[in-house]
């Protein structure tokens, strides 16, 4: 701008303004070629000019910076106990809400949801609310309440993951925040314990990335992604959902035979709280730890159709809360044996886990009791050889004798002529496992019995034939008795009638 051009603008303004553009404009140079009492004069007539021009000078507070999730709420602060009156909060020189006697919205994106409390505003808070934060609403927000001005900077934090959704067990997790890379961040797992960098756990991107590896069903829960800078701090949860078995290392069951086993499978996560989630769940066994699993039973679960109990051959399972399946087998014998998996299978794969069942049993040759000089051999057999850290031994039972396994070898033999109890045990880290006991008798001790049976039985057959006997006896001796009797009485008849006939004759001769 010419010369001439800046005289004649400064004729337009009125000798106050000048004074109020020469000291506010004007800058230090101005200043400094002026003399002092000048500035001071110039000062005054400045201050006057403003008040006369009805112009109002605001007050410009610090800068607050605040953090938001994505989704989330967040207040935006603006206090000034000195006014309750109006306010006016401006985005990007855009009017988001505006209240003076009454409320106002511009048409900008927080159009629904933008709010004030009216009744914290009578207190001097004049705070904003924005709900379901989004990317987009990050920036600088001005609330000018009377001459003072507050500017709240906002920045607004996601945490991604990748893969998304539901995952499976061995899976691998990244979680990534989203927002600016100036803030500090710090992850927690579901424990609430700090995310260091270690073999499972990779931290990138100065630390705004957390790569997981081999996901446990452990893993699954709330981690928290915690964020700081200077003059903010917020905490973004993110659920992971890990579907998998607890405690996957191999289980082992020792059982014996004729006793009844329980399997229990456990899941990390209540599958019925995925929505239209469709599952194949299913038992496999295999004897040998080379061998290929062969089927016993599956069946397809949904949303709609959940399997209670069943019974499939010998086997029993039931179907609980939709996270824990257990299966029995009641009287287990030494060819059940094996290797148990189940499996759940899902559309973007499947989760297993094996436990293995070992089986003792025992034996003894000869079966029968023992003659008086004659030994017995006592087997003790399991299904697998003995592991290093166990003993599989036989032991009389109140006695003394104890014969232990060989190193390697799945079963254990006693010879012996000890009667009485005989228990096999197995030992693993000093904890019994399980146990079988045989009792060995002596023939003796049978037939001592046996002859004692056999002589109550035969003094009560001969009491009873010795009763017998006496009966009839004297039933004979009453009935010869009585023949005797009626014989003699006939003979005395006979004899009284011959004495009367000879009477008879006697007095007939003398009459005649």
């Not at 070629?33 to 021009?53: E, H, N, T, W």
């Not at 207190?123 to 009377?146: E, M, P, T, W």
């Not at 997981?212 to 709330?222: F, K, M, R, V, W």
């Not at 005395?492 to 007939?508: M, P, S």
């Amino acid at each position: 701008m010419r010369e001439a051009d800046r005289e004649r603008e400064k004729k337009r303004i009125p000798l106050p303004g000048r004074y109020f553009l020469l000291i506010v404009l004007g800058g230090k140079e101005q200043s400094k070629r002026m003399d002092p009492s000048r500035v001071v004069a110039y000062s005054i007539l400045a201050v006057f000019s403003v008040m006369q021009l009805g112009l109002i000078l605001t007050m410009a507070e610090g800068e607050t910076t605040v953090f938001g999730a994505v989704g989330e709420q967040v207040i935006l602060p603006c206090i000034d106990k000195s006014q309750n009156e109006g306010v006016t909060w401006k985005y990007n020189d855009l009017v988001v809400i505006q209240y003076q006697k009454q409320l106002l919205r511009g048409r900008t994106p927080f159009f629904n949801r933008s709010e004030l409390n009216k009744q914290e505003m009578s207190k001097g808070n004049f705070s904003l609310i924005l709900s379901q934060l989004r990317h987009s609403d990050a920036g600088k927000y001005v609330c000018g309440v009377g001459s003072r001005t507050f500017m709240v900077q906002l920045q607004v934090f996601e945490v991604t993951s990748s893969p998304s959704g539901y995952l499976l067990q061995h899976e691998k997790l990244m979680l990534t925040i989203q927002g600016p890379s100036s803030a500090i961040v710090t992850w927690y797992d579901n424990r609430e314990n700090k995310v260091t960098a270690t073999q499972s756990r990779e931290l990138k991107n100065g630390g705004h990335s957390l790569q997981i590896h081999n996901l446990q069903a452990e893993d699954s829960g709330t981690w928290m992604c915690h964020i700081t800078s200077l003059s903010a701090k917020l905490d973004i949860p993110y659920k992971v959902l890990v579907i998998g078995f607890h405690h996957l290392n191999q289980e082992t069951l020792y059982k014996a035979v004729n006793s009844t086993v329980s399997f229990s499978y456990s899941l990390s996560t209540d599958l019925q709280k995925i929505r239209e989630l469709e599952y194949i769940m299913g038992l496999e066994w295999k004897p040998m730890a080379d061998n290929e699993y062969l089927e016993k039973f599956n069946f397809s679960v949904t949303s709609k159709k959940l399997p209670l109990f069943k019974q499939i051959a010998n086997m029993q399972f039931t179907w609980k809360l939709s996270n824990h399946l257990e299966v029995k087998l009641p009287k287990v014998q030494f060819k059940d044996a094996g290797w148990y998996q189940c499996q759940i299978t899902v559309s973007r794969g499947r989760v297993e886990k094996a436990i293995h069942l070992v089986v003792m049993t025992v034996s003894a040759d000869p079966v029968e009791p023992l003659s008086k000089w004659a030994n017995v051999t006592l087997l003790c057999k399991l299904s697998v050889p003995v592991p290093q850290n166990a003993q599989l031994f036989w032991e009389h039972v109140n006695g003394t004798e104890k014969e232990v396994n060989m190193l390697g070898c799945n079963e254990v033999m006693v010879k012996t002529k000890t009667v009485g109890l005989w228990r096999c045990s197995l030992k693993v880290e000093n904890n019994v496992m399980t146990s079988i006991d045989y009792t060995v008798v002596k023939v003796a001790e049978r037939n001592s019995c046996v002859w004692s049976w056999a002589g109550v039985g035969a003094g009560i057959v001969l009491l009873l034939l010795a009763s017998l006997c006496t009966y009839i006896y004297i039933t004979q001796q009453q009935r010869r008795q009585r023949a005797e009797k009626i014989a003699r009485a006939r003979r005395d008849l006979l004899e009284r009638r011959t004495c009367q006939c000879q009477r008879q004759l006697k007095n007939d001769y003398s009459d005649a």
